[in-house]
């Protein structure tokens, strides 16, 4: 059994619990967080709640321990430390400071000679290993990554905090028309306003002055005056109603030619529908968890990424039922 701590417990180490419960070469040893750890209720039975601060107690009572925090503030600190003492899977998703975090798990994970799997998720993570996989096969051409229709979780934060603003949502949505040309084989140069779109739920104050409210919202820099965005009014109730999910997907499409002339046009596409952004992530990270615990036991040190690890060491099946089932 690979024996699993949860460092963090929101909606992503709720997640990973629940993606431990349908692999059976796995245990959870415990759920470290940062809360009192008696206020905390998790579905698995006997296993301990811990304060963060006791985690170093349990060196050597866990294989992995998969890293729930978030990629602003947590995870910078959170994984250069934890990767002196433990293997760690974190789902680091700041696009452009991974090779910073990197660099500083790297030197940890190897300090305490362990592996540290950084920005394991679905982008980065599995959109990364189909822009590798579709670049490499189709040399002359272009990728395209397309995010939604999903709740993006940072925009929604952005929206709350607008002055007079009770709640909200935001949902990122990809052009119909702009993801058509792609799919075509037309390979078009694309501005960030023609790729995606914003769509915003929000639930005013009484009194609040909603002109200014959208006003605010469509102008925010670095979030929403890139892009057509839209702002939509409703109610507390509707908005419960209608927008209490967390669902998110997208496409990641290589488009290329080949033949003496590139007279042919090949289209490689990847998409994801998910039902919950969190609970898929989650997935993905028990899955490199398992790759992580493999790869240790046979002398891997340092820090990791999707790039770096064999589809075999993902799967609980063993090499020759993969040959026979898979291939």
Known sequence: MIRIGIFGYGNLGKGVECAIMQNKDMELV????RRDP????ILTQGVSVCHADNVLDF???????????????DLPKQTPYLAKHFCVVD?????AKIPEHFANVDASAKEGGNIGMISVGWDPGMFSLNRALGSSILVDGCDYTFWGKGVSQGHSDAIRRVEG????????VPVKEALEAVRSGANPQLSTRQKHTRECYV??????DRAKIEKTIKEMPNYFSDYDTTVNFISQEEL???HSGIPHGGFVIRSGKTGKNLENTHIIEYSLRLD???EFTASVLVAYARATYRMHKEGFVGAKTVLDVAPAYLSSLSNEELRKTLL
């Open 59 to 73: 060196k050597d009572k866990i294989d992995v321990m998969i890293l729930c925090g978030g990629s602003a503030t």
């Open 240 to 242: 419960n109603e209608k």
């Open 276 to 278: 919950s952004n969190p």
């Open 30 to 33: 415990a759920v470290f967080t």
């Open 91 to 95: 789902s680091f998703d700041t696009h």
């Open 165 to 172: 603003v009770l709640d909200g949502k935001q949902y990122t």
């Open 203 to 208: 639930v005013a104050s009484e009194g609040a």
């Open 38 to 41: 008696s206020t905390v209720k």
